[in-house]
């Protein structure tokens, strides 16, 4: 397992250090205080939203040039762009909570849509108001990136009223499902499913969310026997601490269960039914457990789960991922059941500028994929844009910690 180290220890000691220092201090007092708002030392500056016109954009390679769209990057970078590991994928609009997948050869990005609505940061994410979906296509990794129209509009979800959060897709049987979580009229994030022919949508909603379902993060995985299970939660304005009593507590805990020496709060897991439109059983809560056996604690920061689930399968074992929120860490957890009990193992992606990180993994081409996001183009925790880098295996089956940084002056940096 991966020595722990402090954010600030793991960064290169050259020219960038004292912006990285910056960034893990802020990082450091945002943990101690709390607060789920921008990284302190980023600017803030106003951008205006433009209303996009339906139908496909295509997107340059990142480095080029593009014009003027929604996502207007600022004009003064807090970092040069060459000291990022990799580049935006698109750079038109912005979007984060990248759940990949590979469908006929292609390559299938369904992200968040992330906008500068007028809603000020708050610890519940309030500022998280995304209001529908675009779903990003490639031939390869590296190549044109198409962004589609809408895909689906909060408008058109009989039972959301807003905050179109990190969404997940499956395919079976000719169908494609995208699944969402979204705030309803009384303020409890559900979540939706909405189905398709194509993958880049129009998706058509169910009109009730999935009976059952609370909290947010649906990530999908279809096993090799062909059954899928839903994986899904989040904390503080995931609202997986107000759900644990079996309905919402609209005045429920705004962070965690507030005990940090006992098992920390589960993220969940379902077995789908075979038309991939509800629970087959209800959710279990997926143990995650330190290598003498013993389930993370919830005072446990730089382990314990938070939000953005994630389950891949590598050589036979079930590798379920996920963020640690508030030390804005991606780890992971293995195990030999896709239920679980899975045994932390370590890190996948160290920080990134922004507050949230939240990704997927996926097998292209031979070489294994992490897509990840970070607020690189705007520097605000708000407004996001997906990425992707190689992710590499140990030949003991652990992940390599990725650097979302490059030291100035290295080779090969901003390959995507
Ligand atoms: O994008 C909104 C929320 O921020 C997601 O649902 C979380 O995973 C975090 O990325």
């Known amino acids: 397992m991966p020595k722990m180290l402090r954010a600030a220890e793991r960064f290169p000691a050259d020219r960038a250090w004292s912006q990285v220092r910056t960034f893990a201090q802020a990082a450091n007092r945002e943990r101690q205080s709390g607060s789920r708002r921008s990284k302190p030392a980023l600017e803030v500056l106003p951008l205006a939203v433009l209303l996009l016109t339906a139908g496909c954009q295509q997107s340059q390679p990142a480095n080029e040039a593009q014009p003027k769209t929604e996502a207007q990057p600022k004009t003064e970078a807090k970092r040069d762009a060459s000291e990022y590991l990799s580049q935006p994928l698109v750079k038109d609009i912005y979007t ?9 050869g292609k390559i299938y990005v369904y992200p968040s849509h992330d906008i500068d609505g007028p809603t000020p940061e ?15 296509s490639m031939d390869k990794i590296g190549g044109l990136v198409t962004v589609g129209p ?4 909060v408008k058109d979800v009989p039972w959301a009223d807003k905050q179109m959060w ?3 897709a499956a395919y079976r049987n000719g169908t494609y499902y995208l699944y969402f979580p979204a705030k309803d009229k009384a303020g409890a994030f559900r979540i939706g499913v909405a189905t398709a022919k194509n993958p880049m949508g129009p998706f058509k909603a169910q009109p009730q969310p999935i009976k059952g379902s609370y909290s947010i993060d649906p990530a999908v995985f279809t096993d090799d026997d062909g059954s899928s299970y839903i994986y899904f939660g989040g904390i ?6 107000r759900n644990v009593g079996g309905t919402y507590d609209p005045d429920g805990s705004k962070t965690d269960l507030g005990q940090d020496n006992k098992p920390a709060l589960a993220p969940r897991v379902a077995k789908l039914t075979g038309d991939m439109l509800e629970f ?3 959710p279990r809560a997926i143990q995650i457990l330190d290598d003498r ?4 604690q919830g005072g446990d920061h730089d382990r314990r789960f938070f939000e953005a689930s994630w389950m891949h399968k590598y050589k036979g074992k079930y590798y379920f991922s996920y963020s640690t929120g508030d030390t ?8 030999d059941s896709p239920y679980g009990p899975f045994t932390y193992k370590g890190r996948i992606l160290d920080p990134v500028e922004g507050w949230t990180t939240h990704h997927s993994i996926v097998e292209w081409n031979g070489k294994w994929w992490l897509f990840y996001a970070d607020s690189q183009l705007s520097g605000q925790t708000r407004l996001r844009n997906v990425k992707v880098t190689e992710l590499h295996y140990n030949p003991d089956g652990t992940i390599r910690t990725i650097n979302p940084f490059v030291a100035k002056g290295a080779k090969g940096a901003a390959a995507q």
């Open 236 to 241: 503080w304005g995931g609202q997986l601490q």
């Open 328 to 335: 804005h860490y991606l780890v992971y957890a293995v195990g």
């Open 293 to 296: 056996g013993k389930p993370l």
């Open 166 to 168: 990190a969404p997940d």
């Open 150 to 153: 809408v895909a689906l509009d």
């Open 122 to 136: 708050d610890d519940l994410g309030s500022h998280f108001e995304m209001r529908d979906y675009r779903i990003l």
């Open 96 to 104: 984060a909570d990248p759940s990949a997948h590979v469908w006929n």
């Open 280 to 282: 087959s059983e209800a």
